[in-house]
C-alpha cells in the first residue's frame, strides 16, 4: 500500500499534519522525520498530542498528510505529498512504545495510525 515516493516523503524533512474528530475538530502537526513505518502501521511519538488523544478515545479514524518539496510529484513538478487515512490509538507501554521512546525519549506516549488507504495527492 505504501510506495517508494511515500518512504522518499519520510526521508525529508517536512511538517505532517494529524486531523481527528471527536469532542472536538483538532489539527496537531509532527515533522515527517518523526514518523516510523512499522508493518502497516506508522509510529509517531507524541509529546502533548492531549487533544488528540481524546478525540481518538472518542473516534478512532484518522487522516494525516506527508508532503515534501524535494520529491517529484506525479507530473514531474516539485513537491508532492500524500493523504493516509485509518485508524488511530495512543499506546503507553509495550514493544511499539518502547521502540519510539528509545529514538525519541521525550515522547509520553506514541500515536499508531493502522493504515487503511494512502493516496498520492499532488
Given at each position: 500500500?505504501?510506495?517508494?515516493?511515500?518512504?522518499?516523503?519520510?526521508?525529508?524533512?517536512?511538517?505532517?499534519?494529524?486531523?481527528?474528530?471527536?469532542?472536538?475538530?483538532?489539527?496537531?502537526?509532527?515533522?515527517?522525520?518523526?514518523?516510523?513505518?512499522?508493518?502497516?502501521?506508522?509510529?509517531?511519538?507524541?509529546?502533548?498530542?492531549?487533544?488528540?488523544?481524546?478525540?481518538?478515545?472518542?473516534?478512532?479514524?484518522?487522516?494525516?498528510?506527508?508532503?515534501?518539496?524535494?520529491?517529484?510529484?506525479?507530473?514531474?513538478?516539485?513537491?508532492?505529498?500524500?493523504?493516509?487515512?485509518?485508524?488511530g490509538?495512543?499506546?503507553?507501554?509495550?514493544?511499539?512504545?518502547?521502540q519510539?521512546?528509545?529514538?525519541?525519549?521525550?515522547?509520553?506516549?506514541?500515536?499508531?495510525?493502522?493504515?487503511?488507504?494512502?493516496?498520492?495527492?499532488?
Amino acid at each position: 500500500m505504501l510506495t517508494e515516493t511515500f518512504f522518499e516523503v519520510l526521508r525529508h524533512e517536512g511538517v505532517a499534519a494529524i486531523a481527528t474528530l471527536g469532542a472536538e475538530p483538532h489539527l496537531v502537526n509532527t515533522w515527517n522525520s518523526y514518523i516510523q513505518v512499522a508493518g502497516g502501521c506508522l509510529l509517531i511519538p507524541a509529546g502533548g498530542m492531549r487533544q488528540t488523544q481524546k478525540n481518538i478515545a472518542v473516534n478512532s479514524k484518522v487522516l494525516l498528510t506527508v508532503g515534501a518539496r524535494a520529491v517529484s510529484g506525479k507530473r514531474g513538478q516539485p513537491g508532492t505529498g500524500f493523504l493516509v487515512t485509518g485508524t488511530g490509538e495512543f499506546l503507553l507501554e509495550g514493544e511499539e512504545f518502547g521502540q519510539v521512546k528509545a529514538k525519541f525519549g521525550w515522547a509520553r506516549a506514541v500515536l499508531k495510525i493502522t493504515i487503511e488507504n494512502a493516496v498520492q495527492t499532488l
